[in-house]
């Protein structure tokens, strides 16, 4: 079956800190790769995907490269700031299926 | 600018009760799905309509029920509200099948 396993959180950071928040994914087909950001009190936003494999995905200088090889759609930020304080979920959706499954999510506190 | 929103956003109900939950998206997409979140277990699917008169149960649909009688709107029914559904709502949509799903704000629901 399909599934997404995320890294367990809390993560707590100091600004400025290198950010990796690891998923690793099980797939029976070819699935296209999510991450997703809730800010507190919202819904879920996009924040980058990646539809086969060795894709970069980017975007508010976050990125995650889609690993076949590892089954594996690592989230990376070079220098996290206090706005990027969120919980992180990380999703699949198979191109022949109609469903999306998501991580248990991954909550990130940056401090100043 | 198009938009998907919920209401209401907080609810307290008691058990038993019938409880319904709007969400209503103007992008005119196809395809909409409500999930649940609850801590520990991200994200599951309930219900999700790939069009008008379209409904399809998902991972934990007992007890809830849908109806797509127009493309905009996707209303979530608890027949008779329990405990166990004390949870945050979320109604979503997109355009394509395996693409980008568009999350509404959420609806905060206490049964007691």
């Known amino acids: 079956g399909n599934s997404v396993t995320q890294m367990e959180g809390p993560v707590t950071l100091s600004e400025e800190a290198f950010l990796t928040i690891n998923c690793t994914y099980t797939a029976t087909g070819y699935p296209s790769l999510f991450w997703y950001v809730q800010y507190p009190g919202e819904g879920l936003q996009l924040l980058l995907k990646?539809?086969?494999?060795?894709d970069k995905g980017s975007n508010k200088g976050f990125e995650a490269t889609y690993r076949k090889e590892t089954t594996s759609f690592h989230l990376e930020k070079g220098s996290v700031q206090v706005s990027d304080s969120a919980v992180y979920f990380c999703?699949?959706?198979?191109?022949?299926?109609?469903?999306?499954?998501f991580g248990t999510g991954t909550s990130l506190t940056v401090i100043p | 600018d198009a938009e998907i929103t919920q209401s209401p956003r907080h609810k307290i109900t008691e058990t038993g009760r019938q409880v319904t939950l709007a969400c209503h998206q103007t992008w005119n997409h196809n395809n909409m799905f409500w999930y649940r979140q609850d801590l520990g277990h991200g994200l599951r699917l309930i219900h999700y309509s790939y069009g008008v008169q379209d409904t399809n149960k998902g991972e934990v649909s007992d007890g809830y029920s849908v109806s797509r009688s127009n493309t905009e709107d996707l209303p979530l029914t608890l027949e008779s509200a329990a405990s166990s559904q004390t949870s945050v709502y979320f109604c979503?949509?997109?355009?394509?099948?395996?693409?980008?799903?568009?999350f509404g704000p959420g609806t905060r629901l206490l049964v007691l």
């Open positions: 999703a699949l959706c198979e191109r022949t299926g109609n469903q999306f499954y």
């Open positions: 990646a539809t086969k494999a060795d």
């Open positions: 979503a949509s997109s355009v394509q099948l395996q693409e980008t799903q568009y």
